[in-house]
Structures are given as structure tokens and as C-alpha cells.
């Protein structure tokens, strides 16, 4: 291709900005400083972020050694935005050298590796731990602070009241030991680490807790026991040479503290443009405002570019992101006149963005979730006429917004098949996405969608293609599940085994949910009681014995090699989970063929799940995987987030789901009406928050916890509803489930309040 002249270059950068819309075009207009960006759904940012991003490079003439960094939160988002700025830059004949695409996370590991003797690490010495290695770390920082600390290890034991009693005691310690103190430590080392805070920081804060009333008893000092938990997890990871996420982040920083360093990266670095900034957590925020400054001036303005949308954040129940930040920053820039709200969206037809616009302002008005309001105050709105988008705001499909309250659940499903049904035939192109709240109503619906009998439609015979995510999802689990049962079969007397195992019996609904602690607590008694024992013998409790002394008879008649599909066919596995499970069989026993024994497959195991180096065999086509037209995929609603559809079916919206409430499990309510894990999250984030200084005591930081959850609830039921396109169908059965692990078992169900509210807006 012949480089575009001075004068083409005009005219091209002309024709990119004129493709924009307002909200776009302010965008592509930034020439220095901070500038927020507050995006709604469908508003096109990552198309207005490129071409901001490649107008910037034209007009600085950037170059390798003087670069635009763009940061994405995810690797596929990265490969999005690096293709279409490199489109606009080879219209416009530039380098493709003049910027870097990259995760927050790589660009901070690229930083930090670049001087190890700053950043104190180096690949060559450092490994990133797997999930299942941090879990593995977890445990024994669990154990190893249980005995520095038995006088608040015993008082946890206590909790609200104790009798004494062995069996109880035994109970309650089985539950700290591998559920309360494991959430704790897990919540408190995330949220704290990418808060800034350091375990002795941690401890300080411990201080500063702030009692507005009594505490029913229960004084536990959360915060300090959260404190040494995180001091042993990091002196675990030191020890064994080992890194997580934050550690990069962290590394970075350190080299960038070094003057040297910090003008180098800052000289190399034109701007920062960072997009899905809602997700950010304080520790990446402080990374990429550093990274944007004058190196010449630190006082000076960073060139930071922060592109987001704050009512689409739903990730704090994954990570330790939170809308505030954002909010705090786009309040900050507006101050200045530095926020653009991207508000004109092309996705969806306009009565669907009017429904999403009325569910938002119903929330803040109604605060729902205490004073705090859930969602910034930005509606979204039609383009014009004129739009570039070709196919902006489609006609609706029917009256583009449908509300039913079908008399059970399994009506609901007929009701969406029927639906499915009609609209196919009269269009096969049509995109349809059913979307769940949790896995356990993907299960539910994906068994009824594949038995014609019950939902009266025969999908494969009418043609239409079923894709079910969480069924792919559940491919992964495989060596998980595989290890979690052999490890059992191996050592049956250990309580953590057996309830390892137990907990695998319970996801793959082989057996009820149970309190699994009472079971595994005595695993001798329980596998095979004797008559004086007295294990629990509860229809649940005797299914589950029948399934783990099942898998021990196994151990005594097959080898190593056919345990796997010994396994797969108890676990209930499908065609392609079986297939997944023969494939690792096979890479076992390769390994193990000079020691072909049970404890030698286990370590196999350990390394493949530790290294995450083992892919499930997936029988789907990858291309345009969950949103290809005449097509149906059933997916939850938080990995729906970045898609849309034709039409979308949002069942079960019932008030024990959207909003819901925090759940304290019965085993743990020995310790009160609450969990620990939450109540730390609470207090840190009190602190990140810039409060007072002032620490919520346990009590009213439940009470935090709840509203967070309830926001973060309502923002969910935004981003699912915003993922139509033409036709947006919700409904709310008269009666569901009481839990979601048995269907079957129905009773009366409330619809989401909001749900509600929309019913008397449709029907006006």
C-alpha cells in the first residue's frame, strides 16, 4: 500500500472522526490532560476509543520509542481494539509500531521485568500461581496461623454460644478450618492487596475500628485475624518463589518509585488510554496515572484517557473493583470540564432502551440500596437519524418489550421455547439468548431445552442450533473433579478429603446439599458406621455414602487408567465430558507408565491442574461462538456482559434472586448473623472509599455489605437487559424453586421488585 500524503492524511483523519457520533467525536477531540469518559451500553467505546487512539497518534506523530499505551481489562478485548486501530492507521499510512494493546496485568509484568533489582521480580526465579496452588497456599496459611493464634482460633470456636460439647466443637472446627477462614483470607488478601495495603498496614487499620453499637457478642476483631492471615500468605508466597496478580501490579509500582525508571517509562509513554475503567482497582488506577505523567513535571496533568461505564460494574463479587473509583474520577474531571458522557446508543430498539432508562431511575429513587445510589444519573438515548451505524436502533420485534408471570418455572421455559419457535420461523437469521442468573438455572433449563418432550419443541428438528456456555464451562472442571476423587480414593480417612469429594458429588448434583462438614467430620464413622456410631442418616447423608464407598470398591477392581471413566459415568458426565475425561486419561498414564500406581496419577493430576496446562475437548465451532445468528445460547448473565442478541429471555426474576440478599451459610451461623469474609470486604473498602477514618464495626459492616450487594444486583439486571437488541422478554413465575439444587421443589415466589415496576410501565 502506498503511504498516504500530508494532504490524504487530512482527509482520512476527517472521514474517521466524521464515522463518530458526539459522544465519540469528544473523544477523538482530546489533545492532553485527564479525561473521563462515562459510556452507556451499546454507545460504541471501544469503537470511539480506537479512533480517538489512532487520531492522537497522526496528530503527536508518535513513534516506538514514544508510544500510546491502551489498556483493556481482558485478552480478547485486546485483540479487538489492536485490530481497528491498526485499521485506521493503515488508512492512514503510519506505523503500526506507535502504540501497544495490552492487559493491565501485562503492561504492569512487562514494567516490573524490566528491572527485577527494582521491581524484586524476575521470571527466572518467580512462578505465578494457578488458582489451585493459591488455594493449596491458603490452606496452610489457615493452619499455620491457627497455631500462633489459638486464643482467637478458640474464640471463633465459642462464637455466639457453646456448650462445650465435642461433637459441636468438632463441627464448628471442620467449618473455620476449611470454609470461614479460607473465604476470610481469600476476600481480605485481594481486596487489601489491591488496595495498597500490606499486612502490617492491615493490622493498623485494625485499630481504627469504629463501634456504634453493641455487637451481639461478637467480638472477633475481624480485621486483625484478616491481618495475619495475609501476613502468612505472603510469607508462604515468598518462601516458595511464587507471585499472583497483585504482585505484578505491586512490582511495577516499586520500579516506577525509582526516578530513573519512572522517567524512562513516563518518556516512552505519550498517554494512557484505558478502557472497561469501572473495573479498576485503586492499586491499577495509581499504576496508570503514574505510567501518563510529564517526565519533566510530576506536577504536571497525566495525559490519562479513562473510558468506562460505572452502571455496568459487576465484577466486585469476583474482584476487588468498584464503580466509586470511577465515579470519583468522572466527578473529579467534570469539575474541570473534562468528563464526556457517551450516551447515544445504536444497539437496541428504543423501547428497550426506555425500559432499561426507567428500571435505573426506579432504583436511585426508590434507594434500594440504602443512600447510596446503584447507578449513575445517565440515561441512554437513540442516535439520530443520520447515525453511521448502519442498522442503529432496529424496529422492535413485537412490542419489543413482553412481561409474563407464567404459573411455575417450567411454564416459563415452554413460554421462551414457543417464543423461540415462532420467531424463527419467521426469520432463521435471528440471534436468541436465554440469560440465567446463576449456573444452577443454566442446568435447569439447558435439561428441559434438550428433552422435546417436556417443552413440547423439538429444537434440532426445527433446525435452530442450541449452544450452552455453562456446559462448555463445566468441560474445564474436569481434572478438578478428577483430582478431588482420586485424592479421596487414595486417603478416605481424611475429613478434607472427604469432603473435597463430597463437595464435587454436590456441584454435579449426584447427591442433595447437605451440611457437608457433619459428614466428613468422622469420615471412618461415616463411610462405614458400626453400631455404636451415630453419623448423620438422613436420605441425603445415605445417598452420599453410597456414592463414596462406591468409588472406594473401584480402587480394588480397576487400575488407575479406568478410574477416569469409572469416574465420568458417577459423576454423570455428558459425550463431551466423557471424551474430556478419556483424553486426560490417556495423558496420565503416558506419564505414569513406569510407575503405574494411584499415588503417581495423582501427581499428574496436581501438575496439570496447578499449571492449568490441560484443554477440555470442545466439539462447537469457535467462531463468533455465543452470538451467531439462528442460533440460541443460554449463558448467565455475567458472562453475557460485552455481547448482545436479536432477542434476549431473561426468566426467574424472582426477589430472593435479583436482588437477593447475602447468604450466611447454616453451618456457620454459630458465629452470628453475618460473615466474616463479607465484613472484612466491608471494612477495607470503607477505607479505600476515603471515608472518615472511621472502620464499620461488624455489624453495620454486614449492613455495607448488603446495600453493595443489592447495587451490584440491580446493575446485573441492567447490563442482562441491555443486551437486546429487538426483543426484550423477562418474566417472574408465581412459583420457583426454593434452592436452585432442587428444582422440583417449588413454593410461592415474589417477582423482583423492579421486574414489577416495569410490568406497570409496559402496561400503561
Given at each position: 500500500m502506498v503511504a498516504a500524503t500530508p494532504v490524504d492524511r487530512?482527509?482520512?483523519?476527517?472521514?474517521?472522526?466524521?464515522?463518530?457520533?458526539?459522544?465519540?467525536?469528544?473523544?477523538?477531540?482530546?489533545?492532553?490532560?485527564?479525561?473521563?469518559?462515562?459510556?452507556?451500553?451499546?454507545?460504541?467505546?471501544?469503537?470511539?476509543?480506537?479512533?480517538?487512539?489512532?487520531?492522537?497518534?497522526?496528530?503527536?506523530?508518535?513513534?516506538?520509542?514514544r508510544q500510546l499505551v491502551l489498556v483493556t481489562f481482558t485478552r480478547s478485548a485486546a485483540a479487538n481494539l489492536k485490530a481497528k486501530v491498526r485499521g485506521h492507521l493503515k488508512a492512514l499510512g503510519l506505523p503500526?509500531?506507535?502504540?501497544?494493546?495490552?492487559?493491565?496485568?501485562?503492561?504492569?509484568?512487562?514494567?516490573?521485568?524490566?528491572?527485577?533489582?527494582?521491581?524484586?521480580?524476575?521470571?527466572?526465579?518467580?512462578?505465578?500461581?494457578?488458582?489451585?496452588?493459591?488455594?493449596?497456599?491458603?490452606?496452610?496459611?489457615v493452619e499455620q496461623w491457627i497455631v500462633a493464634n489459638p486464643d482467637r482460633y478458640y474464640r471463633l470456636v465459642d462464637g455466639r454460644q457453646f456448650d462445650?460439647?465435642?461433637?459441636?466443637?468438632?463441627?464448628?472446627?471442620?467449618?473455620?478450618?476449611?470454609?470461614?477462614?479460607?473465604?476470610?483470607?481469600?476476600?481480605?488478601?485481594?481486596?487489601?492487596?489491591?488496595?495498597?495495603?500490606?499486612?502490617?498496614?492491615?493490622?493498623?487499620?485494625?485499630?481504627?475500628?469504629?463501634?456504634?453499637?453493641?455487637?451481639?457478642?461478637?467480638?472477633?476483631?475481624?480485621?486483625?485475624?484478616?491481618?495475619?492471615?495475609?501476613?502468612?500468605?505472603?510469607?508462604?508466597?515468598?518462601?516458595?518463589?511464587?507471585?499472583?496478580?497483585?504482585?505484578?501490579?505491586?512490582?511495577?509500582?516499586?520500579?516506577?518509585?525509582d526516578p530513573d525508571s519512572r522517567r524512562f517509562w513516563q518518556g516512552r509513554t505519550f498517554a494512557v488510554f484505558e478502557d472497561e475503567a469501572q473495573d479498576s482497582s485503586p492499586l491499577q488506577s495509581r499504576l496508570l496515572t503514574l505510567l501518563a505523567g510529564d517526565p519533566e513535571d510530576?506536577?504536571?496533568?497525566?495525559?490519562?484517557?479513562?473510558?468506562?461505564?460505572?452502571?455496568?460494574?459487576?465484577?466486585?463479587?469476583?474482584?476487588?473493583?468498584?464503580?466509586?473509583?470511577?465515579?470519583?474520577f468522572c466527578d473529579a474531571c467534570r469539575t474541570e470540564n473534562r468528563l464526556v458522557t457517551m450516551d447515544q446508543a445504536g444497539r437496541s430498539s428504543g423501547v428497550i432502551m426506555a425500559a432499561a432508562n426507567r428500571m435505573l431511575a426506579w432504583v436511585n429513587q426508590a434507594q434500594v440500596a440504602g443512600p447510596e445510589t446503584p447507578f449513575r444519573d445517565q440515561a441512554i438515548a437513540p442516535v439520530p437519524p443520520d447515525d453511521p451505524q448502519p442498522g442503529a436502533n432496529p424496529d422492535p420485534l413485537g412490542a419489543g418489550v413482553e412481561i409474563l408471570s407464567p404459573p411455575t418455572t417450567l411454564d416459563a421455559v415452554r413460554l421462551i421455547v414457543q417464543r423461540v419457535r415462532d420467531l424463527f420461523t419467521e426469520n432463521p437469521d435471528t440471534s436468541f439468548a436465554i440469560l440465567v442468573r446463576e449456573g444452577r438455572q443454566g442446568r435447569y433449563v439447558g435439561d428441559l431445552l434438550r428433552d422435546p418432550e417436556q417443552v413440547g419443541v423439538d429444537l434440532a428438528v426445527l433446525g435452530l442450533k442450541f449452544y450452552d456456555v455453562g456446559e462448555q464451562d463445566r468441560q474445564t472442571r474436569v481434572p478438578e473433579d478428577m483430582l478431588a476423587l482420586l485424592q479421596f480414593i487414595e486417603r478416605p480417612h481424611s475429613a478434607d478429603r472427604l469432603k473435597g469429594a463430597l463437595r464435587v458429588l454436590v456441584d454435579r448434583q449426584?447427591?442433595?446439599?447437605?451440611?457437608?462438614?457433619?459428614?466428613?467430620?468422622?469420615?471412618?464413622?461415616?463411610?462405614?458406621?458400626?453400631?455404636?456410631?451415630?453419623?448423620?442418616?438422613?436420605?441425603?447423608?445415605?445417598?452420599?455414602?453410597?456414592?463414596?464407598?462406591?468409588?472406594?470398591?473401584?480402587?480394588?477392581?480397576?487400575?488407575?487408567?479406568?478410574?477416569?471413566?469409572?469416574?465420568?459415568?458417577?459423576?454423570?458426565?455428558?459425550?463431551?465430558?466423557?471424551?474430556?475425561?478419556?483424553?486426560?486419561?490417556?495423558?496420565?498414564?503416558?506419564?505414569?507408565?513406569?510407575?503405574?500406581?494411584?499415588?503417581?496419577?495423582?501427581?499428574?493430576?496436581?501438575?496439570?491442574?496447578?499449571?492449568?496446562?490441560?484443554?477440555?475437548?470442545?466439539?462447537?465451532?469457535?467462531?463468533?461462538?455465543?452470538?451467531?445468528?439462528?442460533?440460541?445460547?443460554?449463558?448467565?448473565?455475567?458472562?453475557?456482559?460485552?455481547?448482545?442478541?436479536?432477542?434476549?429471555?431473561?426468566?426467574?426474576?424472582?426477589?430472593?434472586?435479583?436482588?437477593?440478599?447475602?447468604?450466611?451459610?447454616?453451618?456457620?451461623?454459630?458465629?452470628?448473623?453475618?460473615?466474616?469474609?463479607?465484613?472484612?470486604?466491608?471494612?477495607?473498602?470503607?477505607?479505600?472509599?476515603?471515608?472518615?477514618?472511621?472502620?464499620?464495626?461488624?455489624?453495620?459492616?454486614?449492613?455495607?455489605?448488603?446495600?453493595?450487594?443489592?447495587?451490584?444486583?440491580?446493575?446485573?439486571?441492567?447490563?442482562?437487559?441491555?443486551?437486546?437488541?429487538?426483543?426484550?422478554?423477562?418474566s417472574a413465575a408465581q412459583q420457583a424453586p426454593f434452592t436452585w439444587s432442587k428444582p422440583e421443589n417449588v413454593q410461592a415466589a415474589s417477582p423482583c421488585p423492579a421486574v414489577a415496576v416495569l410490568g406497570e410501565w409496559v402496561g400503561r
Open positions: 487530512e482527509t482520512v483523519l476527517t472521514e474517521i472522526r466524521a464515522g463518530l457520533r458526539r459522544g465519540q467525536q469528544e473523544l477523538a477531540d482530546w489533545a492532553g490532560g485527564r479525561l473521563a469518559v462515562s459510556a452507556v451500553p451499546g454507545s460504541g467505546k471501544s469503537t470511539g476509543m480506537a479512533a480517538a487512539a489512532a487520531i492522537a497518534i497522526a496528530r503527536h506523530q508518535l513513534h516506538l520509542n503500526q509500531t506507535s502504540f501497544t494493546v495490552s492487559t493491565l496485568h501485562g503492561l504492569a509484568l512487562a514494567i516490573a521485568t524490566r528491572n527485577p533489582e527494582l521491581s524484586n521480580l524476575s521470571l527466572d526465579t518467580l512462578t505465578l500461581v494457578s488458582p489451585a496452588q493459591n488455594n493449596r497456599i491458603l490452606r496452610a496459611c462445650g460439647e465435642e461433637t459441636e466443637q468438632l463441627r464448628r472446627q471442620s467449618v473455620l478450618r476449611t470454609e470461614v477462614l479460607p473465604s476470610l483470607a481469600h476476600t481480605v488478601i485481594r481486596e487489601a492487596k489491591s488496595s495498597g495495603l500490606m499486612p502490617g498496614e492491615l493490622l493498623d487499620l485494625a485499630q481504627n475500628v469504629h463501634y456504634t453499637r453493641p455487637t451481639d457478642g461478637a467480638d472477633y476483631d475481624v480485621l486483625t485475624i484478616a491481618a495475619g492471615l495475609y501476613d502468612r500468605y505472603q510469607t508462604l508466597l515468598q518462601q516458595r518463589g511464587w507471585i499472583d496478580y497483585d504482585d505484578m501490579i505491586l512490582g511495577a509500582l516499586r520500579t516506577l518509585d510530576p506536577m504536571a496533568e497525566p495525559n490519562l484517557v479513562r473510558v468506562g461505564d460505572p452502571n455496568q460494574a459487576i465484577n466486585s463479587t469476583f474482584t476487588p473493583a468498584d464503580p466509586v473509583f470511577f465515579n470519583q449426584r447427591i442433595p446439599t447437605q451440611d457437608l462438614n457433619a459428614l466428613a467430620q468422622a469420615p471412618e464413622q461415616f463411610l462405614y458406621p458400626g453400631p455404636l456410631d451415630a453419623p448423620p442418616d438422613t436420605e441425603a447423608a445415605r445417598a452420599a455414602r453410597r456414592y463414596c464407598t462406591g468409588l472406594l470398591r473401584s480402587r480394588l477392581e480397576l487400575p488407575p487408567y479406568s478410574l477416569f471413566s469409572f469416574i465420568g459415568l458417577t459423576l454423570g458426565y455428558n459425550q463431551s465430558e466423557l471424551a474430556t475425561a478419556d483424553k486426560l486419561a490417556a495423558r496420565v498414564s503416558q506419564q505414569i507408565r513406569s510407575e503405574n500406581t494411584l499415588p503417581a496419577a495423582i501427581a499428574v493430576l496436581q501438575d496439570i491442574v496447578g499449571s492449568e496446562r490441560f484443554t477440555a475437548v470442545d466439539t462447537e465451532d469457535t467462531d463468533d461462538l455465543y452470538t451467531r445468528p439462528g442460533q440460541l445460547t443460554l449463558i448467565t448473565m455475567h458472562k453475557a456482559k460485552g455481547l448482545d442478541w436479536d432477542v434476549v429471555f431473561l426468566p426467574f426474576l424472582h426477589d430472593k434472586t435479583i436482588p437477593g440478599t447475602l447468604w450466611v451459610p447454616p453451618q456457620g451461623e454459630f458465629l452470628g448473623d453475618f460473615t466474616l469474609a463479607e465484613v472484612a470486604r466491608a471494612q477495607i473498602r470503607a477505607h479505600a472509599h476515603g471515608a472518615d477514618g472511621a472502620i464499620p464495626d461488624i455489624l453495620s459492616a454486614w449492613e455495607q455489605a448488603k446495600r453493595l450487594k443489592t447495587a451490584e444486583e440491580y446493575r446485573l439486571l441492567y447490563v442482562a437487559m441491555t443486551r437486546a437488541k429487538r426483543l426484550l422478554w423477562m
